[in-house]
């Protein structure tokens, strides 16, 4: 079944996104009704000249008060506290970026860069601060040669429907509204990744303008560290990215298939996919998912990119190593945009577009969310673990999202991004109406003895407080050195800022 949202989280039960729902509608409500809130914001602006940069602005500049800025300044995530902006700075061109940077930053304001605004814990709509909202960057040029040079605002779906057009395909996650920015600079995980590699593995340059407004060209031969730093650090480091340049793939036609098995059998089925998915060639990619409760759940979804009679015979193995028949079994190949479609929130590529602002089509959602990763093949032992820790929770489930095959194939030292080696990533996603964050972190710290200290950056938990090791690791050290060297005076300082690690 599939809910508003993440298409991902088809594995969540409909009366979870009919509670989902209901925080939304509040929240959003609660946003847009607090005058108070607006008129202490709008005053909030520090030593920056609001008025000056609105009128050297060629796009709007949003403040608390105008048309159009409650809706704005709403986050994705519907179960974090309302947030008020001093101002949010709808940019039109990279010269507007520039304005923002130069008249904003490095002013005791914070400043953040915002593409689809799926932050989980909303760091790119900080409180009091100023938004740079990149969303109208979003042009999408297929050249010839088979790179495609990408906009930073644009979104997942738009990026793929251009690409499918010129028979090309680009590795990328699942949520057809998240912003082509946020996910590459954190990595980039989803159903093509173990074929083709990350999002940013793809990552050929990247156009930044950085903490003085100066303008870098970022790639293997100039500002080379800056290029380390971008491919897996994570959003809102050293500059804002208004143009990224991706290599591509043909375009394939995956088999796209769905097996699950009965709950008394999950966590059999668990160590099963672990060992299956660890063995299988780089060709197939899954998600394994395990559902809270009483009894936990569990459904595994995937793509093949090869033959499509080879897809049965990998499918038959996991199925001889569950030793139980599922109760589902679906298998189908498809072109490579209906697949991106079939895990995303919406069926049409005309309605596959984010709620971010008015006449959007897909809701946000309300959620909290953790990861830690997987470096090796579960044991039988700790898939039961993993089951009886996820009996403790309800409204609550782990998707383990296979990595590995191109991914391996570059270095841990090469890019920042320090997951390589790994054999999944494993979101922690809850939707309970009175968890406020505490039970999502909770369930990361139990499991944090199964699996491992480590996290996915792109799943970011504001109460986690092994962050910094947890993102980073080895590379830590460097990122940190060249974001500093970057942006000295921390224009672009956040909360979970490799600088405050």
Same mark, same amino acid.
């Not at 030593?47 to 500049?61: E, H, N, Q, T, V």
């Not at 989803?190 to 407004?213: E, I, Q, S, W």
């Not at 290029?227 to 340049?245: S, Y």
């Not at 990119?305 to 599922?326: M, N, S």
């Given at each position: 079944?599939?809910?508003?949202?993440?298409?991902?989280?088809?594995?969540?039960?409909?009366?979870?996104?009919?509670? &989902? +729902?209901?925080?939304? *509608?509040?929240?959003?409500?609660?946003?847009?009704?607090? %005058? =108070? #809130? !607006?008129?202490?914001? /709008? @005053?909030?602006?520090?030593?920056?000249?609001?008025?000056?940069?609105?009128?050297?602005?060629?796009?709007?500049?949003?403040?608390?008060?105008?048309?159009?800025?409650?809706?704005?300044?709403?986050?994705?995530?519907?179960?974090?506290?309302?947030?008020?902006?001093?101002?949010?700075?709808?940019?039109?061109?990279?010269?507007?970026?520039?304005?923002?940077?130069?008249?904003?930053?490095?002013?005791?304001?914070?400043?953040?860069?915002?593409?689809?605004?799926?932050?989980?814990?909303?760091?790119?709509?900080?409180?009091?601060?100023?938004?740079?909202?990149?969303?109208?960057?979003?042009?999408?040029?297929?050249?010839?040669? &088979? +790179?495609?040079?990408? *906009?930073?605002?644009?979104?997942?779906?738009?990026?793929? %429907? =251009? #690409? !499918?057009?010129?028979? /090309? @395909?680009?590795?990328?996650?699942?949520?057809?509204?998240?912003?082509?920015?946020?996910?590459?600079?954190?990595?980039?995980?989803?159903?093509?990744?173990?074929?083709?590699?990350?999002?940013?593995?793809?990552?050929?340059?990247?156009?930044?303008?950085?903490?003085?407004?100066?303008?870098?060209?970022?790639?293997?031969?100039?500002?080379?560290?800056?290029?380390?730093?971008?491919?897996?650090?994570?959003?809102?480091?050293?500059?804002?990215?208004?143009?990224?340049?991706?290599?591509?793939?043909?375009?394939?036609?995956?088999?796209?298939?769905?097996?699950?098995?009965?709950?008394?059998?999950?966590?059999?089925?668990?160590?099963?996919?672990?060992?299956?998915?660890?063995?299988?060639?780089?060709?197939?990619?899954?998600?394994?998912?395990?559902?809270?409760?009483?009894?936990?759940?569990?459904?595994?979804?995937?793509?093949?990119?090869?033959?499509?009679?080879?897809?049965?015979?990998?499918?038959?193995?996991?199925?001889?190593?569950?030793?139980?028949?599922?109760?589902?079994?679906?298998?189908?190949?498809?072109?490579?945009?209906?697949?991106?479609?079939?895990?995303?929130?919406?069926?049409?590529?005309?309605?596959?577009?984010?709620?971010?602002?008015?006449?959007?089509?897909?809701?946000?959602?309300?959620?909290?969310?953790?990861?830690?990763?997987?470096?090796?093949?579960?044991?039988?032992?700790?898939?039961?673990?993993?089951?009886?820790?996820?009996?403790?929770?309800?409204?609550?489930?782990?998707?383990?999202?296979?990595?590995?095959?191109?991914?391996?194939?570059?270095?841990?030292?090469?890019?920042?991004?320090?997951?390589?080696?790994?054999?999944?990533?494993?979101?922690?996603?809850?939707?309970?109406?009175?968890?406020?964050?505490?039970?999502?972190?909770?369930?990361?710290?139990?499991?944090?003895?199964?699996?491992?200290?480590?996290?996915?950056?792109?799943?970011?938990?504001?109460?986690?407080?092994?962050?910094?090791?947890?993102?980073?690791?080895?590379?830590?050290?460097?990122?940190?050195?060249?974001?500093?060297?970057?942006?000295?005076?921390?224009?672009?300082?956040?909360?979970?800022?490799?600088?405050?690690?």
């Amino acid at each position: 079944m599939k809910t508003a949202g993440f298409g991902r989280r088809k594995f969540l039960t409909t009366s979870a996104a009919m509670a &989902g +729902t209901a925080i939304a *509608g509040t929240a959003l409500l609660s946003a847009l009704g607090d %005058s =108070a #809130l !607006a008129t202490s914001a /709008r @005053a909030a602006a520090g030593g920056i000249d609001l008025d000056g940069l609105g009128k050297a602005m060629s796009g709007r500049l949003l403040r608390p008060g105008d048309a159009g800025y409650d809706f704005a300044s709403t986050t994705w995530n519907l179960a974090l506290p309302s947030r008020r902006p001093a101002a949010i700075a709808m940019v039109a061109d990279r010269e507007d970026v520039i304005e923002c940077v130069r008249r904003a930053g490095g002013r005791g304001t914070p400043l953040a860069a915002r593409s689809g605004g799926h932050s989980y814990a909303g760091f790119s709509t900080p409180d009091s601060g100023v938004v740079v909202d990149v969303s109208e960057l979003n042009k999408i040029t297929v050249r010839d040669d &088979g +790179t495609v040079v990408v *906009g930073a605002g644009a979104q997942l779906m738009q990026v793929y %429907s =251009a #690409l !499918a057009a010129r028979g /090309r @395909a680009l590795p990328g996650g699942t949520c057809a509204t998240v912003g082509i920015a946020g996910l590459t600079l954190g990595g980039g995980i989803g159903p093509l990744t173990r074929p083709y590699g990350l999002t940013c593995d793809r990552l050929k340059a990247a156009t930044v303008v950085g903490a003085d407004g100066s303008v870098f060209k970022a790639d293997s031969r100039g500002d080379a560290d800056l290029f380390w730093a971008l491919r897996g650090g994570g959003g809102g480091h050293a500059g804002i990215v208004t143009e990224f340049t991706f290599s591509t793939v043909p375009a394939p036609n995956p088999v796209v298939f769905k097996l699950e098995f009965p709950a008394s059998h999950t966590a059999k089925v668990l160590a099963a996919w672990s060992a299956w998915q660890h063995s299988a060639p780089k060709e197939l990619t899954s998600t394994c998912a395990i559902g809270s409760g009483k009894e936990a759940s569990n459904s595994i979804e995937g793509t093949w990119v090869g033959k499509a009679a080879a897809a049965k015979t990998h499918l038959d193995a996991l199925v001889a190593e569950v030793g139980v028949a599922p109760a589902t079994r679906v298998t189908q190949q498809k072109s490579y945009l209906d697949t991106v479609l079939h895990f995303a929130p919406c069926k049409e590529v005309s309605t596959c577009y984010a709620d971010t602002k008015p006449g959007g089509t897909v809701p946000r959602e309300a959620f909290h969310a953790a990861s830690r990763m997987l470096p090796r093949v579960l044991k039988t032992a700790d898939a039961d673990r993993v089951v009886e820790i996820m009996t403790g929770f309800d409204d609550m489930v782990l998707l383990f999202d296979a990595v590995g095959g191109e991914v391996d194939a570059i270095g841990g030292r090469d890019t920042a991004y320090a997951h390589r080696g790994v054999r999944a990533s494993v979101q922690i996603y809850g939707w309970s109406e009175t968890d406020k964050g505490e039970i999502v972190t909770q369930a990361q710290q139990a499991l944090t003895r199964v699996l491992s200290g480590r996290s996915y950056v792109n799943y970011v938990n504001p109460l986690q407080t092994d962050w910094a090791t947890s993102y980073w690791g080895a590379n830590q050290a460097k990122l940190r050195r060249i974001v500093s060297a970057y942006d000295p005076g921390k224009v672009f300082d956040f909360p979970h800022s490799v600088l405050r690690g």
